[in-house]
Structure formats: C-alpha cells, structure tokens
Nanobody
Framework: QSHLVESGGGLVQPGGSLRLTCATHVLTFHYYSIAWFRQAPGKEREGVSCSNYNDGDTHYADSVKGRFTISRDNAKNTVYMQMNNLKPEDTAVYYC??????????????????WGQGTQVTVSS
C-alpha cells in the first residue's frame, strides 16, 4: 500500500505549466527527504528534483533546471513540483518518493522507501 498520493498531472501544450502535488496521511514529511522521479515509455525511471530533509536544499536534473521547482509544506505533509515551459520530452508518469535520510538523491531509486502510484503528464499540441 502506497503512503504517498500524487495529483496534478494532465495534458498540456508545449510551453504550458502544471503543478504536481504529493501528499501523505501516514508519513511525517518533516523527517523525510522527498524526490520526484519520472518514467517515460520504454525508458528508465529518472530523478527529476528532490529536497533534503535536513537543510531543505533542492536539487534538479539538468534537463529541468530553471523550469521546475520543488517545494514543501511540512505542516500540510505536502510536496509540490511546479513545472513551467513544459516540453514534449517531459511527457512521462511522475512519481514522488520519500527517504528517511538527511539528504535526497536523484540517482539512487533504492534510496527511497515509499513511492506513490504516479500521475501522468502529457505535453502535446
């Protein structure tokens, strides 16, 4: 059973924006590093953005730097990812993941102990 629930995906035209939300009623996000991953058809799941538990620092894949922003509201146990200037290559299922670690990782999927079911993002005209 997944402890994380993503929402906010959908169909958007190139250049458009979406905001993804990851929420939990089980975990206390304040104690977790959180990441967003995505997986396009036929491709490996890749890290997109993440937020450290200990200092709140954020990290981004080169492909989304300057376009995506991860943020967290620990009081609401919610993490967001604002996605601007979307491109067709951003089309994928997006997953949030939580790690009971001080720092997050974009490279190691095994690092994360809890995953959501994913939300589809499609960028197409």
């Amino acid at each position: 059973q997944s402890h994380l629930v993503e929402s906010g995906g959908g169909l958007v035209q190139p250049g458009g924006s979406l905001r993804l939300t990851c929420a939990t009623h089980v975990l206390t996000f304040h104690y977790y590093s959180i990441a967003w991953f995505r997986q396009a058809p036929g491709k490996e799941r890749e890290g997109v953005s993440c937020s450290n538990y200990n200092d709140g620092d954020t990290h981004y894949a080169d492909s989304v730097k300057g376009r995506f922003t991860i943020s967290r509201d620990n009081a609401k146990n919610t993490v967001y990812m604002q996605m601007n200037n979307l491109k067709p290559e951003d089309t994928a299922v997006y997953y949030c993941a939580a790690a009971y670690r001080l720092r997050c990782s974009l490279d190691d999927k095994e690092y994360y102990v809890s995953w959501g079911q994913g939300t589809q993002v499609t960028v197409s005209s």
